[in-house]
């Protein structure tokens, strides 16, 4: 493994990513108190949707100075890149091609015996969930949510396949959550087909604060039965330290800054929601939930809690971005599409993808949408375009659907039931209940059964002016000191 | 007990109905465990009356009825209810409600 310096390596730890973006200035540690009842996740909201910093909070309202706030680690491509040890200003193509070959060169954890999470146990009979400094995150919420930038292990009953992903959590009492990892998340498939059954509880446990490659490995879309800890260790070339749960066989990152060990009910409910949630909209999706029990706390001594205020434009707006596109293109090369490049757009909230492709037409766009709704589809809208088209340059790829998608059979449907993304803001209320929904292409490329000599010419400067005419207008240009 | 609640509800007319119901009620009294949920059997009154919590009622998207209802709190339940996971929780407190 190529042997960097330690400012081009990637943070192992939550404190030394902080160290590293507010060496970048891209975080604002905030000394006043601050109410952790939406004012603090308000001003972390609104740095969201101004791209704006990170922040830090010193002094939360109701709790000892020995507890901070961070908010929103990598809700932005500067903070995305200074997680992978890359300059702040790294082209969004290059933090893709880095997660790509890091993603290929999985790493296996390493077990310690002991770790940071460790420093204060705090077993479940003593207990309390209002002890964190959970803040509300919007006016409404059903709750106050522990699982905003989360990561939460879990292992299938019937083999050694660990899981770990990133869910909502919302307090309920001092012991009790309920959650929603939705029913076709893997947390959800272990539950459902391990423990429920046998009606037996599904131990998990909910780290805070972790090393941020680690939490987008959770956030990764990654094959059943693959393990996320290789793929963080992958993406942080390093390998991942584990230490065991107090309560539990499973196991969790010993840098965490806070453990919540839980065991999720294999037959109680109780109210989950409503949230607003990444897609920038609280839809309702309320009700549908998994219940679990505290059953240990293990903290650093002074640890500093997380969330991701989440809406337009919150950390799954990148870490989705990257992960998202990455499964997708892998997925189409597997199943025989020519696809040559894909790219998910932060503004489309983990709906919209666009996929560029070396041959085009109906045939590619039907399989496409028929290819990413297999199991569940969380897209429900992708852009085909022709590979001439930088999937990275959203004007010139609006400008090619505007033009090239045909209104009628540029449109190719794949609908179905049981898997859709209840969080999708279009669905009705009843389409969310029955997860029942659709998703859609828009072939944006030109019918390979047309004729070239008939096919229309882009009347740009590059396709339609001869290279004489276009080198003498860029030495035009340059002589007159344009740029 | 506090002196102040809220609640979500999918069906706003059925809980203003007078008869005794089960909700999910969230404690608004400021502080640390602000937001702590109980479960509760209880009847809503439309108009508050003096002496009861007062109650506000919020949608299924957390849009909350400007003008507050009070409840009368007549037991306090299990914080968990008899289901599988992801069942539908309304129809859980419907069952809870019919004992």
Partial sequence: MEERP????????FRSFLAATRASGDLVAI????????????????????????????????YAPQWRVATNPIATWRRMAIAFGLPADAPVPRLYETYAARESR??????VKDGPCKEVVIPGERADLFELPVPMVHEGDGGRYVGTWDLVVSKDAKSDWVNWGMYRFMIHNERLMTGF?????HLGKMLLDGYVPNGRPMP?????????????????TFRIGGNEADLAGGLRERPVELVKCETSDLYVPASAEVVIEAEVYPDRINQEGPYGEYPGYRSGEMGNAICARVTAITRRRDPIWTLDTTGFMDSSATTTSITGAIAIQRRLEANGVPVKAVYVPPEGAVHLAIVSVRRGGAEVAQKIVNVLTVRRALISKIIVVDEDVDVFNVPAVLHAFATKCHPARGIHVARYEGKANTLTPAYSQEERVTRTGASVAFDSTWPPEWPADATPVRATLDSMYSPDVQRRVLERWTSLGLQ | MASEYETFVRDRASILSGREIVLTLRDLTPGRKKYRGVNV???VSRAPRPGEPLLWIRSVVGLRDPEPCSVRIVEELPDTFQAPPYSDFFEAIARAERG
Avoid: Y
Wanted: charged share 20%.
């Fill in chain 1, 6 to 13: 330690l400012a081009q390596q990637a943070p192992q730890d």
């Fill in chain 1, 181 to 185: 990892p939705r029913p076709t998340s």
């Fill in chain 2, 41 to 43: 059997r209880c009847a």
């Fill in chain 1, 31 to 62: 000394d006043q108190e601050v109410d952790w009842d939406q004012e603090l996740a308000g001003i972390g909201r609104l740095s969201c949707e101004r791209n704006g910093p990170a922040f830090l909070f010193n002094n939360v309202k109701d």
């Fill in chain 1, 204 to 220: 998990i446990a909910i780290a805070m604060g972790c090393d941020p490659l680690s939490h987008l490995a959770a956030t990764a």
């Fill in chain 1, 106 to 111: 999985p790493v296996p954890p390493v077990v």
